[in-house]
């Protein structure tokens, strides 16, 4: 058996308002306006007029009246209430059909098509939810294109060249030296930390990431950072500084994640960072412990800062892959963050520098706690020792 359709339930809906109104009418009108009338005559009789012998047509003239205009009132009434039923059913039901129509071709690929706004509040933002989503998948969609562009080409460089060295050692065009051992060495590396990186991101954004939570004291760990760095940089590079206080709340972490992260964003800084400073800074804040990676390096226009945190995006896409990574780092840290609690933002400013920052729980001391409301609550703490 077929469903009737919105348009039919919503004519049906006030076919079934009006005929109930009008049944409530006539038949209140048909047992009370007769006897309301009677009442009235008697009324008149005793004012002083002979109404008892024409009292019985009266009343069957007043019912014969109030049929008829009945009659018609039901009629007019009803017609007019069928076409505006109808007239606001079609009202209701055009933007529907135009949204329907909208979705089918958005369905088919056409991920440029919006819903009109209209008068109808609730439809309206239904549309606009619509539009919302509509706007997301396009981007959705223009990523993943993105995505598999950058994946071949991540792909295609390493596998090329160990390739074109491969058979110029098997036809004998190359002399094999370490020189040439190193080189495919080293476009093998590149394969396996895509490979890896990919990998780790796919379990980071299923969850299947182990995360040890522990307690972390934050500064040594931002001076092992910087240490490890500062043997690697040269005269010319940029400085690296750590501004932590010593008194820092433990944070609630996995330290070899939160180390992990804080290698991809002073990675990041280095990286696009030629000269100045690059601070690492730390503070508590209400419940959580703050950590920035602050630069002074080239910086980020603000149409493109809300897409750093997503898979393979460059700001400049001309940079070469050996300089600019592989693109998933930032992907990488916002979900090992995001795992261990946390949340992770960033703010730049074009020439000026950049800042990202991530929050972690602050350890709650739960034993000290414990252990302090014994001492208020024993006997012996409640009275003071006696002096021997």
Same mark, same amino acid.
């Given at each position: 058996?077929?469903?009737?359709n919105?348009r039919?339930?919503?004519?049906?809906?006030?076919?079934?308002?009006?005929?109930?109104?009008l049944?409530t009418?006539i038949t209140?009108?048909?047992?009370?306006?007769?006897?309301?009338?009677?009442l009235?005559?008697e009324?008149?009789q005793?004012?002083?007029?002979?109404?008892?012998?024409?009292k019985?047509q009266?009343?069957?003239g007043f019912?014969?009246?109030w049929?008829r205009?009945?009659?018609?009132?039901?009629?007019?009434?009803?017609?007019?209430?069928?076409?505006?039923?109808?007239?606001?059913s079609?009202?209701i039901?055009?933007?529907?059909?135009?949204?329907? $129509?909208?979705?089918?071709?958005?369905?088919?690929g056409?991920l440029q098509?919006?819903?009109?706004?209209?008068?109808?509040p609730?439809?309206n933002?239904?549309?606009?939810?619509?539009?919302?989503?509509?706007h997301?998948?396009?981007?959705?969609?223009? @990523? &993943? @294109?993105?995505?598999v !562009?950058?994946?071949?080409?991540?792909l295609?460089?390493?596998?090329?060249?160990i390739e074109?060295?491969?058979? !110029?050692l098997?036809?004998?065009?190359?002399?094999?030296?370490?020189?040439?051992?190193?080189?495919?060495?080293?476009?093998?590396v &590149?394969?396996?930390r895509?490979?890896?990186?990919? /990998?780790e991101?796919s379990?980071?954004e299923a969850?299947?990431?182990?995360? $040890?939570? /522990?307690?972390?004291?934050? &500064?040594?760990?931002?001076?092992?950072?910087?240490?490890?760095?500062?043997?690697?940089?040269?005269?010319?590079?940029p400085?690296?500084?750590?501004d932590?206080p010593?008194?820092?709340p433990?944070?609630?972490?996995?330290?070899?994640?939160?180390?992990?992260?804080?290698?991809?964003?002073?990675?990041?800084?280095?990286?696009?960072?030629?000269?100045?400073?690059i601070?690492?800074?730390?503070?508590?804040e209400?419940e959580?412990?703050? =950590?920035?990676?602050?630069?002074t390096?080239?910086? =980020?226009?603000?149409?493109?800062?809300?897409?750093?945190?997503?898979?393979?995006w460059?700001?400049?896409?001309s940079?070469?892959?050996?300089?600019g990574g592989t693109?998933?780092?930032?992907?990488?840290?916002?979900?090992?963050?995001?795992?261990?609690?946390?949340t =992770?933002e960033?703010?730049s400013e074009?020439?000026? !520098?950049?800042?990202?920052?991530?929050s972690?729980?602050?350890?709650?001391?739960?034993?000290?706690?414990?252990?302090?409301?014994?001492?208020?609550?024993?006997?012996?703490?409640?009275?003071?020792k006696?002096?021997?």
């Amino acid at each position: 058996m077929t469903k009737p359709n919105l348009r039919t339930r919503l004519f049906l809906s006030h076919m079934i308002v009006m005929v109930v109104g009008l049944s409530t009418l006539i038949t209140v009108g048909k047992v009370y306006t007769p006897r309301l009338f009677v009442l009235h005559l008697e009324q008149l009789q005793g004012s002083g007029f002979n109404v008892i012998r024409v009292k019985r047509q009266l009343v069957d003239g007043f019912e014969s009246a109030w049929s008829r205009g009945a009659f018609w009132s039901v009629v007019v009434g009803g017609t007019t209430a069928i076409g505006l039923s109808y007239w606001v059913s079609k009202r209701i039901m055009q933007p529907l059909i135009q949204m329907e $129509q909208i979705t089918q071709r958005f369905a088919a690929g056409h991920l440029q098509e919006r819903v009109p706004e209209n008068e109808i509040p609730e439809l309206n933002r239904l549309a606009d939810s619509f539009n919302r989503m509509a706007h997301d998948l396009e981007g959705v969609e223009q @990523r &993943r @294109r993105d995505l598999v !562009g950058d994946l071949t080409h991540e792909l295609r460089t390493p596998l090329t060249v160990i390739e074109g060295y491969l058979e !110029g050692l098997a036809d004998g065009t190359i002399e094999p030296s370490s020189d040439i051992y190193q080189r495919l060495a080293k476009e093998t590396v &590149r394969l396996r930390r895509l490979v890896n990186d990919l /990998q780790e991101l796919s379990k980071a954004e299923a969850g299947y990431l182990p995360i $040890q939570l /522990q307690p972390v004291q934050i &500064r040594p760990l931002l001076v092992a950072i910087v240490q490890k760095f500062s043997d690697q940089l040269l005269e010319e590079s940029p400085t690296l500084k750590v501004d932590c206080p010593d008194n820092l709340p433990q944070a609630l972490a996995d330290p070899e994640r939160v180390e992990q992260v804080l290698i991809n964003l002073v990675g990041n800084a280095l990286r696009y960072t030629p000269e100045g400073s690059i601070t690492l800074r730390a503070w508590a804040e209400q419940e959580r412990v703050w =950590i920035a990676v602050e630069d002074t390096g080239k910086g =980020i226009a603000a149409e493109d800062l809300p897409h750093v945190f997503e898979r393979f995006w460059r700001s400049d896409r001309s940079r070469d892959r050996h300089s600019g990574g592989t693109g998933i780092g930032l992907a990488i840290s916002r979900r090992l963050v995001e795992l261990q609690k946390g949340t =992770i933002e960033a703010e730049s400013e074009v020439g000026q !520098g950049s800042t990202f920052r991530f929050s972690l729980p602050i350890l709650v001391e739960r034993p000290k706690l414990l252990s302090s409301l014994r001492d208020r609550e024993s006997p012996e703490s409640a009275y003071p020792k006696s002096k021997l």
